[in-house]
């Protein structure tokens, strides 16, 4: 039987949740719509086809073009493989695949809300510079090694035209509805669970545990932050996920530089994605990322809590979310629970292409009708790069890919299985052909 001190304790949890949800939702709503807006006028096709050749620019470039992006850290590793099938150089990739997982312009607004301008402004200006460092780095360290990358089909080769507008009338319109679109169904179902997830940590350590209990050993200095990076960097969670949790470790006395380092550490690394960077970008490349992401946190940490000491109150003031929630934060969380609860729903409806739907009907003798299984895809991003990749494959003429389910219907002529699974491996997924 609950107890009322068990129940006490649940409804103080979820007031907590509430009220931080409150301070994030007019901030993320609004956020979702300028992503949206975002990856229509700059979407990820776009930007790996622009992006080849080695040198400085193209580094700086991919830098910049990958912070505002609103890309997880294993939506951005199957990105980052189809930008080198595309001829992206290993040091442009590499600085993509380096800033943009540690924010997007989702995160930065979200980080104002929940812990101020300072870490707001950070935030992105570490990502940047971590980019364009390990990026330039690598494009140095492998310049004289075999670009490695598997060439990817013309653009206008087998799999069709990609990015190709609409009609002129419908331009305007079509824009706007894919924006938001991709602005209020498919990027708050990438990250709802792992939002909402954190929404709860942070909730439970801001009620169980007093403030200030861990300050002996989560408090200032390299070794608190040696810690939140032994745990940042194995864990999943996304840029916008981790705020949450970064302002409840702070609640339990680490300092605004060791919160910082796991805001870095946790969105630009996992442990999942690692081995299919080792074979992406290579040893040398995966070793310099990693150390890149390391030495720029410390010291992104560390000049944040001197800052901390010089202006102790435009820092700490993240702690002062006490406040109640007023209409506008009650209103706009409700609004984003609906969202994020649509968006969940329709994910679950798959994928509802003619070819998904079996509305092809009959082939001729020649042409093939293939059911393929591919795991490892956890966001709309892994969806894309996945189609992206089967439709160029040899033979290919149309593909779906239901995130859903993880299968891919795919048809045309003269498809070499192999050829296409191996175009689907190569970009971080397994795959395997199960109907002919």
Not at 118 to 131: D, E, H, Y
Not at 180 to 201: K, Q, S
Not at 256 to 262: Q, S, T
Not at 328 to 352: M, P
């Amino acid at each position: 039987m609950v107890t009322a001190a068990v129940l006490d304790i649940m409804g103080d949890i979820a007031i907590a949740c509430w009220r931080v949800l409150g301070e994030m939702a007019p901030w993320l709503l609004f956020s979702f719509v300028v992503a949206g807006f975002l990856h229509v006028l700059v979407n990820a096709r776009w930007v790996r086809r622009h992006l080849g050749g080695r040198g400085f620019w193209p580094v700086a470039k991919a830098a910049l073009f990958g912070v505002p992006m609103p890309l997880c850290s294993c939506g951005v590793i199957s990105v980052t493989a189809a930008m080198r099938q595309h001829g992206a150089g290993r040091g442009a990739a590499s600085s993509f695949l380096i800033a943009t997982p540690q924010t997007g312009v989702d995160s930065i607004l979200a980080t104002y809300a929940l812990l101020g301008p300072i870490f707001a402004g950070v935030r992105p200006v570490v990502a940047l510079i971590s980019g364009v460092l390990g990026g330039t780095l690598i494009d140095r360290a492998t310049r004289n090694e075999a670009d490695g990358f598997v060439p990817a089909a013309d653009d206008a080769g087998a799999g069709g035209v990609h990015d190709q507008p609409p009609a002129v009338g419908d331009a305007h319109r079509s824009g706007i509805l894919r924006a938001l679109r991709y602005g209020l169904v498919t990027l708050p179902g990438d990250i709802a669970f792992h939002l909402i997830i954190g929404l709860i940590i942070g909730g439970v350590l801001s009620v169980l545990i007093a403030p200030g209990s861990f300050d002996s050993l989560l408090g200032a200095g390299l070794v608190s932050m040696l810690i939140m990076m032994a745990i940042g960097v194995p864990m999943y969670v996304c840029s916008t996920a981790s705020i949450p949790i970064a302002l409840g470790f702070m609640h339990l006395g680490t300092s605004p530089g060791a919160a910082l380092v796991f805001l870095i550490a946790g969105p630009a690394t996992n442990i999942a994605t690692l081995a299919v960077m080792w074979r992406v970008l290579g040893k040398r490349s995966t070793v310099i990322y990693l150390a890149t992401i390391v030495v720029t946190a410390l010291l992104a940490g560390l000049l944040l809590d001197w800052l901390a000491v010089q202006a102790p109150k435009g820092v700490h003031a993240v702690h002062d979310h006490q406040h109640a929630v007023g209409w506008l934060g009650h209103t706009t969380s409700c609004a984003l629970l609906v969202v994020l609860a649509a968006s969940i729903f329709v994910r679950r409806l798959g994928n509802t292409s003619d070819i998904a739907k079996g509305r092809y009907g009959t082939t001729t003798e020649s042409a093939q009708l293939l059911v393929v299984d591919i795991s490892g895809m956890t966001c709309s991003h892994c969806a894309v790069a996945a189609t992206d990749a089967i439709r160029e494959t040899p033979g290919v003429r149309d593909v779906a890919v239901d995130l859903s389910t993880g299968q891919a219907m795919v048809r045309g002529e003269d498809i070499e299985c192999d050829a296409l699974t191996q175009a689907i491996e190569w970009i971080g997924f397994r795959a395997s052909v199960v109907s002919k």
